[in-house]
Protein backbone atom coordinates (compact mmCIF):
# COMPACT_ATOMS: atom_id res chain seq x y z
CA UNK A 1 0.00 0.00 0.00
CA UNK A 2 0.94 4.11 -0.61
CA UNK A 3 2.65 5.80 2.58
CA UNK A 4 0.13 8.49 1.59
CA UNK A 5 -3.95 8.75 2.02
CA UNK A 6 -6.09 11.18 0.69
CA UNK A 7 -9.77 11.77 0.17
CA UNK A 8 -11.01 10.60 -2.63
CA UNK A 9 -12.79 13.94 -3.98
CA UNK A 10 -12.85 17.40 -3.04
CA UNK A 11 -14.60 20.43 -4.95
CA UNK A 12 -14.06 23.88 -5.32
CA UNK A 13 -15.37 26.64 -6.57
CA UNK A 14 -13.66 28.70 -9.02
CA UNK A 15 -11.50 31.47 -8.07
CA UNK A 16 -11.32 30.26 -4.52
CA UNK A 17 -8.56 28.63 -2.95
CA UNK A 18 -8.17 24.80 -3.06
CA UNK A 19 -7.16 23.11 0.08
CA UNK A 20 -6.03 19.75 -0.39
CA UNK A 21 -4.79 17.50 2.16
CA UNK A 22 -2.37 14.30 2.13
CA UNK A 23 -2.06 12.07 5.22
CA UNK A 24 1.51 10.53 5.23
CA UNK A 25 1.94 9.90 8.95
CA UNK A 26 4.89 6.75 8.20
CA UNK A 27 7.26 8.61 5.70
CA UNK A 28 10.76 8.76 7.00
CA UNK A 29 12.78 11.80 7.82
CA UNK A 30 14.88 12.01 4.77
CA UNK A 31 11.99 11.48 2.52
CA UNK A 32 10.17 14.17 0.57
CA UNK A 33 6.75 14.55 -0.24
CA UNK A 34 5.46 14.98 -4.20
CA UNK A 35 2.63 16.16 -5.83
CA UNK A 36 1.61 15.17 -9.00
CA UNK A 37 -1.90 15.76 -11.01
CA UNK A 38 -3.59 14.00 -13.83
CA UNK A 39 -6.26 16.43 -16.24
CA UNK A 40 -8.53 13.61 -17.50
CA UNK A 41 -6.55 10.97 -19.62
CA UNK A 42 -3.22 12.90 -19.83
CA UNK A 43 0.00 11.95 -18.42
CA UNK A 44 0.63 12.88 -14.72
CA UNK A 45 2.02 16.55 -14.44
CA UNK A 46 4.73 17.17 -11.68
CA UNK A 47 3.57 20.04 -9.44
CA UNK A 48 5.53 20.51 -6.35
CA UNK A 49 7.84 18.76 -4.03
CA UNK A 50 8.98 19.35 -0.33
CA UNK A 51 11.07 18.08 2.80
CA UNK A 52 10.15 20.01 5.99
CA UNK A 53 9.63 23.73 4.60
CA UNK A 54 6.91 25.27 2.99
CA UNK A 55 7.38 25.67 -0.73
CA UNK A 56 5.84 27.86 -3.24
CA UNK A 57 6.40 27.98 -7.58
CA UNK A 58 4.29 29.41 -9.80
CA UNK A 59 1.74 26.51 -10.10
CA UNK A 60 0.59 25.97 -6.08
CA UNK A 61 2.00 25.99 -2.94
CA UNK A 62 3.16 23.14 -0.31
CA UNK A 63 2.27 23.38 3.70
CA UNK A 64 4.05 20.82 5.70
CA UNK A 65 2.93 20.26 8.96
CA UNK A 66 6.09 20.83 11.29
CA UNK A 67 6.38 16.54 12.49
CA UNK A 68 5.84 15.74 8.94
CA UNK A 69 3.13 13.44 9.10
CA UNK A 70 0.53 15.83 6.63
CA UNK A 71 0.68 18.34 4.07
CA UNK A 72 -1.68 20.62 2.39
CA UNK A 73 -1.37 21.16 -1.69
CA UNK A 74 -2.90 24.67 -2.18
CA UNK A 75 -4.29 25.84 -5.54
CA UNK A 76 -4.48 29.78 -4.93
CA UNK A 77 -7.27 30.56 -7.32
CA UNK A 78 -8.65 27.61 -8.90
CA UNK A 79 -10.08 27.46 -12.24
CA UNK A 80 -11.94 24.81 -14.14
CA UNK A 81 -8.55 23.37 -16.06
CA UNK A 82 -7.57 22.86 -12.66
CA UNK A 83 -10.11 19.84 -12.69
CA UNK A 84 -8.17 17.13 -12.12
CA UNK A 85 -7.16 14.22 -9.96
CA UNK A 86 -4.12 15.01 -7.52
CA UNK A 87 -1.88 12.60 -6.19
CA UNK A 88 0.58 12.64 -3.14
CA UNK A 89 3.22 10.49 -3.28
CA UNK A 90 6.10 10.12 -0.81
CA UNK A 91 9.65 9.68 -2.50
CA UNK A 92 11.19 6.55 -1.04
CA UNK A 93 7.50 4.87 -2.27
CA UNK A 94 6.42 6.88 -5.29
CA UNK A 95 3.28 4.97 -5.46
CA UNK A 96 0.77 6.72 -6.89
CA UNK A 97 -2.73 5.91 -5.16
CA UNK A 98 -5.81 6.17 -5.99
CA UNK A 99 -5.22 10.45 -5.29
CA UNK A 100 -7.89 12.45 -4.95
CA UNK A 101 -10.01 13.96 -7.77
CA UNK A 102 -10.96 17.91 -7.39
CA UNK A 103 -13.94 19.27 -9.61
CA UNK A 104 -13.86 22.75 -9.86
CA UNK A 105 -17.03 24.23 -10.24
CA UNK A 106 -18.40 27.61 -12.05
CA UNK B 1 6.48 20.55 -21.82
CA UNK B 2 8.93 18.22 -21.74
CA UNK B 3 10.11 16.23 -25.05
CA UNK B 4 8.65 13.17 -23.97
CA UNK B 5 6.58 11.25 -27.19
CA UNK B 6 5.20 7.47 -26.87
CA UNK B 7 4.70 5.07 -30.30
CA UNK B 8 2.07 4.26 -30.93
CA UNK B 9 -0.52 5.81 -29.16
CA UNK B 10 -3.06 3.39 -30.01
CA UNK B 11 -3.11 -0.56 -30.64
CA UNK B 12 -5.24 -2.97 -30.96
CA UNK B 13 -3.40 -6.20 -30.68
CA UNK B 14 -4.31 -10.51 -30.82
CA UNK B 15 -3.66 -12.80 -27.48
CA UNK B 16 -0.51 -13.96 -28.50
CA UNK B 17 1.23 -11.70 -30.60
CA UNK B 18 4.48 -9.97 -29.22
CA UNK B 19 4.29 -6.27 -28.95
CA UNK B 20 6.58 -3.10 -28.44
CA UNK B 21 5.89 0.31 -27.38
CA UNK B 22 8.45 2.94 -27.88
CA UNK B 23 9.18 5.96 -25.38
CA UNK B 24 11.31 8.68 -26.92
CA UNK B 25 13.40 11.99 -25.04
CA UNK B 26 14.86 14.62 -26.05
CA UNK B 27 16.05 15.83 -22.40
CA UNK B 28 18.54 13.40 -22.04
CA UNK B 29 17.71 12.66 -18.61
CA UNK B 30 19.07 9.71 -16.96
CA UNK B 31 16.08 8.02 -15.71
CA UNK B 32 13.59 7.01 -17.85
CA UNK B 33 10.61 4.58 -16.50
CA UNK B 34 7.37 2.82 -17.83
CA UNK B 35 3.72 2.38 -15.75
CA UNK B 36 0.41 1.41 -16.52
CA UNK B 37 -2.57 2.42 -15.23
CA UNK B 38 -6.02 0.51 -15.01
CA UNK B 39 -9.29 1.64 -13.09
CA UNK B 40 -9.17 0.56 -9.41
CA UNK B 41 -5.41 0.41 -9.56
CA UNK B 42 -3.77 3.74 -10.00
CA UNK B 43 -0.22 4.06 -11.65
CA UNK B 44 2.03 1.23 -11.37
CA UNK B 45 5.55 0.54 -12.34
CA UNK B 46 6.57 -1.84 -14.56
CA UNK B 47 10.09 -1.30 -15.35
CA UNK B 48 12.43 1.26 -15.03
CA UNK B 49 16.05 2.10 -16.49
CA UNK B 50 19.05 4.25 -14.60
CA UNK B 51 20.95 4.62 -17.59
CA UNK B 52 21.51 2.82 -21.03
CA UNK B 53 21.44 -1.22 -20.54
CA UNK B 54 21.11 -0.30 -16.95
CA UNK B 55 17.58 -1.57 -15.71
CA UNK B 56 15.44 -2.80 -12.97
CA UNK B 57 11.78 -4.55 -12.30
CA UNK B 58 8.95 -2.30 -10.76
CA UNK B 59 5.83 -3.06 -8.87
CA UNK B 60 4.16 -5.42 -11.89
CA UNK B 61 7.19 -6.45 -14.07
CA UNK B 62 6.17 -10.11 -14.70
CA UNK B 63 5.06 -10.78 -18.85
CA UNK B 64 7.08 -7.46 -19.55
CA UNK B 65 10.86 -6.70 -20.62
CA UNK B 66 12.36 -3.70 -21.76
CA UNK B 67 15.73 -2.33 -23.43
CA UNK B 68 17.38 0.74 -23.34
CA UNK B 69 20.31 1.02 -25.77
CA UNK B 70 20.51 4.53 -26.55
CA UNK B 71 20.31 7.46 -23.96
CA UNK B 72 16.96 8.98 -25.59
CA UNK B 73 15.24 5.30 -25.93
CA UNK B 74 13.13 3.20 -23.29
CA UNK B 75 11.28 -0.10 -24.92
CA UNK B 76 8.61 -1.82 -23.49
CA UNK B 77 7.94 -5.36 -24.90
CA UNK B 78 5.24 -7.91 -23.92
CA UNK B 79 6.60 -10.92 -25.49
CA UNK B 80 2.76 -12.57 -25.48
CA UNK B 81 0.16 -9.92 -24.89
CA UNK B 82 -2.29 -11.14 -22.98
CA UNK B 83 -6.00 -9.36 -21.96
CA UNK B 84 -4.87 -8.70 -18.61
CA UNK B 85 -2.00 -6.25 -20.37
CA UNK B 86 -5.14 -4.27 -21.80
CA UNK B 87 -4.30 -0.95 -20.14
CA UNK B 88 -3.05 2.60 -20.46
CA UNK B 89 1.01 2.45 -20.87
CA UNK B 90 2.97 6.42 -19.54
CA UNK B 91 6.82 6.73 -19.74
CA UNK B 92 7.89 8.72 -17.57
CA UNK B 93 11.82 10.60 -17.49
CA UNK B 94 13.53 12.14 -14.64
CA UNK B 95 17.21 13.64 -14.49
CA UNK B 96 19.62 12.19 -12.09
CA UNK B 97 20.01 15.19 -9.47
CA UNK B 98 15.88 14.85 -8.97
CA UNK B 99 15.00 11.46 -9.82
CA UNK B 100 11.63 11.55 -8.28
CA UNK B 101 10.74 14.56 -10.21
CA UNK B 102 9.07 12.75 -13.17
CA UNK B 103 8.01 14.34 -16.17
CA UNK B 104 5.03 12.13 -18.46
CA UNK B 105 4.60 10.63 -22.30
CA UNK B 106 1.24 11.35 -23.72
CA UNK B 107 0.46 7.64 -23.34
CA UNK B 108 0.01 4.52 -25.23
CA UNK B 109 -3.44 3.14 -24.98
CA UNK B 110 -3.18 -0.55 -26.01
CA UNK B 111 -5.81 -2.79 -26.48
CA UNK B 112 -5.39 -6.76 -26.14
CA UNK B 113 -8.36 -9.22 -27.83
Known amino acids: DAKTTQPPSMDCAEGRAANLPCNHS???????VYWYRQIHSQGPQYIIH???NNETNEMASLIITEDRKSSTLILPHATLRDTAVYYC???????FGAGTRLTVKP | DAGITQSPRHKVTETGTPVTLRCHQT?????MYWYRQDPGHGLRLIHY???????DKGEVSDGYSVSRSKTEDFLLTLESATSSQTSVYFC????????????FGPGTRLTVT
Open chain 1, 89 to 95: IASNDMR
Open chain 2, 49 to 55: SYGVKDT
Open chain 1, 50 to 52: GLK
Open chain 2, 92 to 103: AISDWDMPYEQY
Open chain 2, 27 to 31: ENHRY
Open chain 1, 26 to 32: TISGNEY
